[in-house]
């Protein structure tokens, strides 16, 4: 059965830098999109993307955050200057264009911002 | 008004019960509900969609009143690999973002 991949599964890195999580999408979705969980808390909407550009994007996706598809199967979420808020779990979703347009999730990177 | 809104639970149930999980949503414009499932630190997993006419598949059982703007889930003979997070999720369109609830916990003991 396809899946959505993300790599890495965890990481660490210092506040003010850089990181790029790493998604691969279910290869005949068109749909991407971000979402993060912080520990204890609901999954929240990040961005969605389509047609190589965001479509929507939520008040949390600020100019720190950008997203981008580099090729034809990677989805990057890269966040330039991380904060100690930016901890959190985050999922890339992929979706469809048939039945009931419903939305798959990766295992999740663990941010873990020091 | 929350978007979403579950009770967080948990419901603690012997194996064998049937439990019954409730939701509300907030935006009438929702076109779209599912149940996904969330074990402890991984990702949601598709559950079931919800359909206006309510759907089952299995043990578990969905219903969406959209006068009422409620979605349920309803399991029947719990089992111990049951016990998880329900979240449930709705959508505005076709290819809208989701819309979480903070998610109900479900403990089945023995």
């Known amino acids: 059965e396809p899946e959505v991949t993300q790599t890495p599964s965890h990481q660490v890195t210092q506040m003010g830098q850089e990181v790029i999580l790493r998604c691969v999408p279910i290869?005949?979705?068109?749909?991407f999109y971000w979402y993060r969980q912080i520990l204890g808390q609901k999954v929240e909407f990040l961005v969605s993307?389509?047609?190589?550009?965001?479509?929507?994007k939520s008040e949390i996706f600020d100019d720190q955050f950008s997203v981008e598809r580099p090729d034809g199967s990677n989805f990057t979420l890269k966040i330039r200057s991380t904060k100690l808020e930016d901890s959190a779990m985050y999922f890339c979703a992929s979706q469809g264009t048939q039945g009931r347009y419903e939305q798959y999730f990766g295992p999740g990177t663990r941010l873990t911002v020091t | 008004r929350k978007e979403v809104e579950q009770d967080p639970g948990p419901f603690n149930v012997p194996e064998g019960a049937t439990v019954a999980f409730n939701c509300t949503y907030s935006n009438s414009a929702s076109q779209s509900f599912f149940w996904y499932r969330q074990d402890c630190r991984k990702e949601p997993k598709l559950l079931m969609s919800?359909?206006?006419s309510g759907n089952e598949d299995g043990r578990f059982t969905a219903q969406l009143n959209r006068a009422s703007q409620y979605i349920s889930l309803l399991i029947r003979d719990s089992k111990l690999s049951d016990s998880a997070t329900y979240l449930c999720?709705?959508?505005?369109?076709?290819?809208?973002?989701?819309?979480f609830g903070t998610g109900t916990r479900l403990q089945v003991t023995l």
């Open positions: 999720v709705v959508k505005a369109g076709t290819a809208s973002k989701l819309t």
């Open positions: 290869s005949n979705h068109l749909y």
């Open positions: 919800v359909y206006s």
């Open positions: 993307f389509y047609n190589n550009e965001i479509s929507e």
